[in-house]
Protein backbone atom coordinates (compact mmCIF):
# COMPACT_ATOMS: atom_id res chain seq x y z
CA UNK A 1 0.00 0.00 0.00
CA UNK A 2 3.16 2.05 -0.16
CA UNK A 3 2.16 4.90 -2.52
CA UNK A 4 -1.43 3.57 -3.32
CA UNK A 5 -3.43 6.68 -3.36
CA UNK A 6 -7.23 5.62 -2.40
CA UNK A 7 -10.13 6.83 -3.47
CA UNK A 8 -10.92 10.66 -2.27
CA UNK A 9 -7.96 9.92 0.83
CA UNK A 10 -9.79 7.53 2.61
CA UNK A 11 -8.78 4.63 4.25
CA UNK A 12 -12.14 3.76 7.18
CA UNK A 13 -15.28 3.84 5.37
CA UNK A 14 -17.53 2.18 7.97
CA UNK A 15 -15.74 1.78 11.57
CA UNK A 16 -17.02 -0.34 14.51
CA UNK A 17 -15.91 0.80 18.10
CA UNK A 18 -16.31 -1.43 20.83
CA UNK A 19 -17.04 0.29 24.18
CA UNK A 20 -17.59 -1.14 27.71
CA UNK A 21 -18.68 -0.10 31.02
CA UNK A 22 -16.96 -0.97 34.17
CA UNK A 23 -19.64 -1.75 36.44
CA UNK A 24 -17.78 -0.69 39.94
CA UNK A 25 -16.66 2.24 38.73
CA UNK A 26 -19.49 3.59 36.32
CA UNK A 27 -16.67 4.92 33.61
CA UNK A 28 -17.12 3.75 29.56
CA UNK A 29 -14.03 2.90 28.07
CA UNK A 30 -12.91 1.84 24.80
CA UNK A 31 -11.99 -1.34 24.49
CA UNK A 32 -11.21 -2.16 20.51
CA UNK A 33 -11.32 0.10 17.34
CA UNK A 34 -12.40 -2.47 14.11
CA UNK A 35 -12.03 -0.52 11.14
CA UNK A 36 -10.60 -3.42 8.95
CA UNK A 37 -13.91 -5.09 8.40
CA UNK A 38 -16.28 -4.65 11.00
CA UNK A 39 -19.66 -6.49 11.27
CA UNK A 40 -22.50 -6.64 13.29
CA UNK A 41 -24.98 -4.06 12.09
CA UNK A 42 -27.38 -6.26 10.36
CA UNK A 43 -27.95 -7.76 13.74
CA UNK A 44 -28.79 -3.71 14.23
CA UNK A 45 -31.13 -3.52 11.89
CA UNK A 46 -32.62 -6.89 12.35
CA UNK A 47 -33.07 -6.31 16.29
CA UNK A 48 -34.76 -3.08 15.64
CA UNK A 49 -37.32 -4.57 13.11
CA UNK A 50 -38.33 -7.18 15.67
CA UNK A 51 -38.85 -4.63 18.33
CA UNK A 52 -40.83 -2.24 16.21
CA UNK A 53 -43.14 -5.08 15.57
CA UNK A 54 -43.55 -6.19 19.38
CA UNK A 55 -43.30 -3.08 21.00
CA UNK A 56 -44.59 -0.15 18.27
CA UNK A 57 -46.67 1.89 21.48
CA UNK A 58 -43.24 2.29 23.06
CA UNK A 59 -40.78 3.55 20.29
CA UNK A 60 -43.83 6.15 19.66
CA UNK A 61 -43.99 7.44 23.11
CA UNK A 62 -40.44 7.01 23.87
CA UNK A 63 -39.01 8.78 20.35
CA UNK A 64 -36.49 6.01 19.60
CA UNK A 65 -34.50 7.25 16.74
CA UNK A 66 -34.22 4.99 13.95
CA UNK A 67 -31.39 3.05 12.19
CA UNK A 68 -33.07 1.96 8.81
CA UNK A 69 -31.09 4.71 6.98
CA UNK A 70 -27.64 3.42 7.12
CA UNK A 71 -27.75 0.85 3.96
CA UNK A 72 -28.70 4.06 2.36
CA UNK A 73 -25.99 6.29 4.02
CA UNK A 74 -23.08 3.24 3.24
CA UNK A 75 -24.50 3.42 -0.78
CA UNK A 76 -24.43 7.14 -0.98
CA UNK A 77 -20.41 6.71 0.17
CA UNK A 78 -19.74 3.65 -2.11
CA UNK A 79 -21.00 5.64 -5.06
CA UNK A 80 -19.10 8.51 -4.31
CA UNK A 81 -15.80 6.10 -4.42
CA UNK A 82 -16.57 5.78 -8.16
CA UNK A 83 -13.07 6.24 -10.67
CA UNK A 84 -16.15 6.95 -13.13
CA UNK A 85 -18.19 9.10 -11.21
CA UNK A 86 -21.50 8.02 -9.59
CA UNK A 87 -24.22 7.93 -12.20
CA UNK A 88 -22.07 5.01 -13.68
CA UNK A 89 -21.47 2.99 -10.60
CA UNK A 90 -21.35 -0.51 -10.38
CA UNK A 91 -20.77 -1.59 -6.56
CA UNK A 92 -20.50 -4.93 -5.73
CA UNK A 93 -19.86 -7.10 -2.11
CA UNK A 94 -17.33 -9.10 -1.83
CA UNK A 95 -18.06 -11.90 0.47
CA UNK A 96 -15.87 -15.40 0.92
CA UNK A 97 -18.93 -17.46 0.95
CA UNK A 98 -21.58 -19.45 2.38
CA UNK A 99 -19.99 -20.41 4.97
CA UNK A 100 -18.15 -17.13 6.86
CA UNK A 101 -20.05 -16.52 10.10
CA UNK A 102 -21.25 -13.24 9.04
CA UNK A 103 -22.70 -14.37 5.51
CA UNK A 104 -26.17 -13.29 6.67
CA UNK A 105 -25.16 -9.68 6.95
CA UNK A 106 -23.28 -9.77 3.78
CA UNK A 107 -26.34 -11.11 1.74
CA UNK A 108 -28.63 -8.83 4.19
CA UNK A 109 -26.67 -5.39 3.16
CA UNK A 110 -26.49 -6.55 -0.25
CA UNK A 111 -29.81 -7.09 -0.47
CA UNK A 112 -31.06 -3.44 1.25
CA UNK A 113 -28.34 -1.37 -1.07
CA UNK A 114 -29.49 -2.97 -3.85
CA UNK A 115 -25.89 -4.33 -5.44
CA UNK A 116 -24.14 -7.57 -6.30
CA UNK A 117 -22.98 -9.86 -3.74
CA UNK A 118 -20.35 -12.10 -5.60
CA UNK A 119 -17.48 -13.90 -4.60
CA UNK A 120 -13.97 -14.12 -5.92
CA UNK A 121 -14.71 -16.42 -8.64
CA UNK A 122 -17.49 -14.01 -9.50
CA UNK A 123 -14.86 -11.11 -10.78
CA UNK A 124 -12.05 -11.41 -13.29
CA UNK A 125 -9.33 -8.76 -13.68
CA UNK A 126 -8.55 -7.80 -17.43
CA UNK A 127 -5.86 -5.40 -18.50
CA UNK A 128 -6.05 -4.06 -15.37
CA UNK A 129 -9.83 -3.79 -14.93
CA UNK A 130 -12.46 -5.27 -12.87
CA UNK A 131 -15.32 -7.12 -14.24
CA UNK A 132 -18.09 -8.99 -13.44
CA UNK A 133 -18.94 -11.89 -15.17
CA UNK A 134 -22.99 -12.29 -16.29
CA UNK A 135 -25.02 -14.18 -17.99
CA UNK A 136 -24.75 -11.13 -20.94
CA UNK A 137 -20.80 -11.06 -20.45
CA UNK A 138 -18.47 -9.07 -18.44
CA UNK A 139 -19.16 -5.93 -16.58
CA UNK A 140 -16.97 -3.59 -15.36
CA UNK A 141 -16.56 -3.36 -11.86
CA UNK A 142 -16.03 0.76 -10.09
CA UNK A 143 -16.26 -0.28 -6.31
CA UNK A 144 -15.72 -3.20 -4.13
CA UNK A 145 -17.40 -3.58 -0.30
CA UNK A 146 -15.11 -6.08 0.74
CA UNK A 147 -15.57 -8.17 3.31
CA UNK A 148 -13.09 -10.78 2.63
CA UNK A 149 -9.74 -10.12 4.75
CA UNK A 150 -6.76 -8.69 3.36
CA UNK A 151 -4.50 -11.73 3.11
CA UNK A 152 -7.20 -13.55 0.93
CA UNK A 153 -8.28 -10.69 -1.48
CA UNK A 154 -5.39 -11.45 -4.03
CA UNK A 155 -3.77 -14.51 -4.20
CA UNK A 156 -0.93 -12.73 -6.78
CA UNK A 157 -0.16 -10.02 -4.11
CA UNK A 158 -0.43 -12.07 -1.05
CA UNK A 159 -1.60 -15.79 0.02
CA UNK A 160 -0.84 -17.67 -2.87
CA UNK A 161 -3.43 -20.71 -2.00
CA UNK A 162 -6.52 -18.31 -1.73
CA UNK A 163 -9.07 -19.04 -3.66
CA UNK A 164 -11.73 -16.54 -1.71
CA UNK A 165 -9.97 -13.53 -3.93
CA UNK A 166 -9.52 -12.27 -7.20
CA UNK A 167 -6.15 -12.58 -8.82
CA UNK A 168 -5.49 -9.42 -9.96
CA UNK A 169 -7.36 -7.25 -7.77
CA UNK A 170 -4.36 -4.95 -5.75
CA UNK A 171 -3.02 -3.97 -9.22
CA UNK A 172 -6.52 -2.59 -10.64
CA UNK A 173 -6.93 -1.11 -7.40
CA UNK A 174 -2.84 0.50 -7.40
CA UNK A 175 -3.92 2.14 -10.68
CA UNK A 176 -6.53 3.37 -9.82
CA UNK A 177 -9.32 1.82 -11.56
CA UNK A 178 -11.22 0.55 -8.94
CA UNK A 179 -11.95 1.08 -5.17
CA UNK A 180 -12.28 -0.80 -2.08
CA UNK A 181 -14.49 0.09 1.15
CA UNK A 182 -12.66 -0.49 3.83
CA UNK A 183 -9.10 0.67 2.62
CA UNK A 184 -6.32 -2.47 2.04
CA UNK A 185 -3.65 -1.79 4.91
CA UNK A 186 -6.50 -0.41 7.72
CA UNK A 187 -5.33 -3.46 10.15
CA UNK A 188 -2.35 -1.22 11.08
CA UNK A 189 -5.03 1.07 12.54
CA UNK A 190 -6.61 -1.37 14.76
CA UNK A 191 -3.95 -3.79 15.64
CA UNK A 192 -4.54 -4.00 19.19
CA UNK A 193 -1.10 -2.84 20.10
CA UNK A 194 -1.34 -0.01 18.26
CA UNK A 195 -4.72 0.78 20.08
CA UNK A 196 -2.53 1.83 22.97
CA UNK A 197 -1.17 4.99 21.34
CA UNK A 198 -4.39 5.97 20.21
CA UNK A 199 -4.84 8.77 23.25
CA UNK A 200 -1.18 9.81 22.17
CA UNK A 201 -2.33 10.52 18.43
CA UNK A 202 -5.62 12.00 19.53
CA UNK A 203 -3.35 14.63 21.86
CA UNK A 204 -0.41 15.12 19.22
CA UNK A 205 -2.44 15.38 16.25
CA UNK A 206 -5.72 17.18 17.34
CA UNK A 207 -4.71 18.89 20.62
CA UNK A 208 -7.73 17.96 22.66
CA UNK A 209 -7.57 14.97 25.77
CA UNK A 210 -9.43 11.61 24.53
CA UNK A 211 -12.91 11.76 25.72
CA UNK A 212 -13.06 8.29 26.58
CA UNK A 213 -9.99 6.66 28.04
CA UNK A 214 -9.02 3.57 27.31
CA UNK A 215 -8.37 -0.02 28.93
CA UNK A 216 -5.13 0.17 30.20
CA UNK A 217 -3.00 -1.62 28.11
CA UNK A 218 0.27 -3.79 28.32
CA UNK A 219 2.71 -4.18 25.35
CA UNK A 220 4.34 -7.55 25.85
CA UNK A 221 7.12 -6.35 23.58
CA UNK A 222 8.06 -3.93 26.46
CA UNK A 223 10.35 -5.63 28.63
CA UNK A 224 9.27 -4.25 31.91
CA UNK A 225 4.88 -4.88 30.20
CA UNK A 226 6.02 -8.35 29.57
CA UNK A 227 7.77 -8.98 33.01
CA UNK A 228 4.42 -7.42 34.74
CA UNK A 229 2.38 -9.33 32.66
CA UNK A 230 3.99 -13.28 33.20
CA UNK A 231 4.07 -12.56 37.08
CA UNK A 232 0.16 -11.86 36.72
CA UNK A 233 -0.94 -13.96 33.83
CA UNK A 234 -3.83 -15.56 35.49
CA UNK A 235 -5.29 -12.54 36.60
CA UNK A 236 -5.12 -10.85 32.93
CA UNK A 237 -6.63 -10.86 29.56
CA UNK A 238 -3.76 -11.51 27.15
CA UNK A 239 -5.08 -11.07 23.10
CA UNK A 240 -3.35 -11.41 20.02
CA UNK A 241 -2.72 -8.25 18.63
CA UNK A 242 -4.10 -9.45 15.06
CA UNK A 243 -7.12 -11.19 16.00
CA UNK A 244 -10.66 -10.71 16.17
CA UNK A 245 -13.83 -12.48 16.87
CA UNK A 246 -12.86 -13.32 20.10
CA UNK A 247 -10.39 -15.42 19.14
CA UNK A 248 -6.26 -15.69 20.10
CA UNK A 249 -7.49 -14.52 23.59
CA UNK A 250 -6.79 -15.68 27.18
CA UNK A 251 -9.16 -14.79 29.84
CA UNK A 252 -6.44 -15.90 33.15
CA UNK A 253 -9.19 -15.87 35.85
CA UNK A 254 -11.49 -18.24 33.91
CA UNK A 255 -9.07 -20.54 31.99
CA UNK A 256 -7.30 -23.28 33.60
CA UNK A 257 -3.39 -23.78 34.45
CA UNK A 258 -2.29 -26.20 31.64
CA UNK A 259 -4.62 -23.11 29.05
CA UNK A 260 -2.87 -20.41 31.32
CA UNK A 261 1.06 -22.09 31.16
CA UNK A 262 0.12 -22.36 27.23
CA UNK A 263 -0.14 -18.64 26.90
CA UNK A 264 2.94 -18.13 28.77
CA UNK A 265 5.26 -20.05 26.43
CA UNK A 266 3.44 -18.24 23.57
CA UNK A 267 4.41 -14.81 24.87
CA UNK A 268 7.42 -15.62 25.44
CA UNK A 269 7.96 -16.62 21.90
CA UNK A 270 6.90 -13.93 19.95
CA UNK A 271 6.05 -11.21 22.68
CA UNK A 272 5.09 -7.81 20.24
CA UNK A 273 2.26 -10.62 19.54
CA UNK A 274 0.34 -9.98 22.38
CA UNK A 275 -0.72 -7.41 24.86
CA UNK A 276 -2.45 -7.85 28.13
CA UNK A 277 -4.78 -6.27 30.28
CA UNK A 278 -6.40 -6.23 33.14
CA UNK A 279 -10.45 -8.03 33.63
CA UNK A 280 -13.29 -5.18 33.31
CA UNK A 281 -15.95 -5.66 35.10
CA UNK A 282 -18.09 -5.60 32.09
CA UNK A 283 -21.71 -4.22 32.84
CA UNK A 284 -24.94 -6.42 33.11
CA UNK A 285 -27.81 -6.52 31.50
CA UNK A 286 -31.53 -8.60 31.92
CA UNK A 287 -31.24 -11.25 29.98
CA UNK A 288 -33.68 -14.32 28.92
CA UNK A 289 -31.92 -17.53 29.78
CA UNK A 290 -33.37 -20.32 28.22
CA UNK A 291 -31.39 -23.35 30.34
CA UNK A 292 -33.92 -21.91 33.16
CA UNK A 293 -36.30 -20.06 31.58
CA UNK A 294 -35.82 -17.01 33.90
CA UNK A 295 -34.03 -13.57 33.30
CA UNK A 296 -30.68 -13.46 34.80
CA UNK A 297 -28.08 -11.04 34.28
CA UNK A 298 -25.59 -11.04 31.63
CA UNK A 299 -22.92 -9.00 30.48
CA UNK A 300 -22.62 -6.61 27.81
CA UNK A 301 -20.43 -4.64 25.65
CA UNK A 302 -21.57 -1.79 23.00
CA UNK A 303 -20.54 -1.17 19.29
CA UNK A 304 -21.48 2.30 17.83
CA UNK A 305 -21.37 2.36 14.28
CA UNK A 306 -19.51 5.42 12.43
CA UNK A 307 -19.91 6.07 8.44
CA UNK A 308 -17.12 8.60 6.64
CA UNK A 309 -17.85 9.95 3.32
CA UNK A 310 -14.78 12.48 3.44
CA UNK A 311 -16.49 15.60 5.08
CA UNK A 312 -18.51 14.30 8.22
CA UNK A 313 -18.61 11.12 10.58
CA UNK A 314 -22.63 10.02 10.22
CA UNK A 315 -22.71 8.13 13.85
CA UNK A 316 -25.80 5.60 13.50
CA UNK A 317 -28.11 6.53 16.87
CA UNK A 318 -28.03 3.22 17.92
CA UNK A 319 -25.66 0.08 18.07
CA UNK A 320 -24.43 -3.79 18.48
CA UNK A 321 -25.13 -4.49 22.15
CA UNK A 322 -23.28 -7.68 22.19
CA UNK A 323 -24.19 -9.83 25.37
CA UNK A 324 -22.21 -13.08 26.75
CA UNK A 325 -25.11 -15.34 27.29
CA UNK A 326 -23.18 -18.25 29.51
CA UNK A 327 -23.38 -17.31 33.02
CA UNK A 328 -20.38 -15.17 34.06
CA UNK A 329 -18.69 -15.08 30.70
CA UNK A 330 -16.89 -12.15 29.45
CA UNK A 331 -16.97 -13.02 25.84
CA UNK A 332 -19.68 -11.27 23.98
CA UNK A 333 -18.73 -12.17 20.61
CA UNK A 334 -21.35 -13.89 18.09
CA UNK A 335 -18.54 -16.12 16.74
CA UNK A 336 -18.08 -17.04 20.57
CA UNK A 337 -22.08 -17.72 21.06
CA UNK A 338 -22.89 -14.26 22.57
CA UNK A 339 -26.40 -13.04 21.28
CA UNK A 340 -27.48 -9.30 20.54
CA UNK A 341 -29.91 -6.73 22.08
CA UNK A 342 -31.75 -3.86 20.56
CA UNK A 343 -30.37 -0.76 21.46
CA UNK A 344 -32.52 2.78 22.09
CA UNK A 345 -31.44 6.11 21.44
CA UNK A 346 -34.22 8.73 22.53
CA UNK A 347 -34.61 12.02 20.65
CA UNK A 348 -34.95 14.06 24.08
CA UNK A 349 -35.25 17.62 24.19
CA UNK A 350 -32.97 20.10 22.53
Not at 31 to 51: A, F, H, K, Q
Not at 52 to 72: G, I, K, M, S, W
Not at 248 to 260: A, C, F, H, R, T
Amino acid sequence: MIGVEVQRGIYTHVCGIDLVRDSKTGEFYVLEDNVRTPSGISYVLENRLVMTRTLPDAFQACEVLPVNHYPAELSKILHSLSPRGDADAQIVLLTPGIHNSAYFEHSFLAQQMGIELVEGRDLIVDGGIVYMKTIHGLKRVDVIYRRVDDEFLDPLAFRSDSVLGVPGLMGAYRAGNVALANAVGNGVADDKAVYSYVPAFIRYYLGEEPILRNVETYLCGKDDDLSYVLDHLPEMVVKAVGESGGYGMLIGPQSDSKKIEDFRERVKANPRNYIAQHVVPLSRVPSYDPASGAMAGRHVDLRPYCLYDGHKVTTVPGGLTRVALQSGSLVVNSSQGGGSKDTWILRGED
